[in-house]
């Protein structure tokens, strides 16, 4: 696993919680991880980052729409 470091201006009053979590779910919602890889990187469970992720915006449901659309017309 990589580790990185950043440099967050104190104007933003982040933590380092708040941070994982937010960039777990926008990883999530973008489709770079998993469900389970974000939940490990926002150091919870499955379903409490879950739970979690309409605070930043994200659908638990990660599903295009052209696919929708797509698999719509199959029937």
């Known amino acids: 696993m990589k580790h990185i470091t950043l ?3 104190d104007s933003l009053n982040l933590n380092e919680k ?6 777990a779910a926008k990883m999530f919602e973008s489709g770079k ?5 974000a939940a490990d990187l ?6 409490t980052f ?3 992720l309409g605070d930043y ?7 295009p729409s052209s696919d929708i659309l797509r698999d719509a017309a199959q029937f």
């Open 50 to 52: 879950s739970e979690i």
């Open 33 to 37: 991880l998993s469900l389970g890889q």
């Open 18 to 23: 708040d941070t994982k979590r937010f960039l």
């Open 42 to 47: 926002a150091e919870l469970s499955k379903t």
């Open 57 to 63: 915006g994200v659908s638990l449901i990660n599903y």
């Open 7 to 9: 440099t967050i201006p």
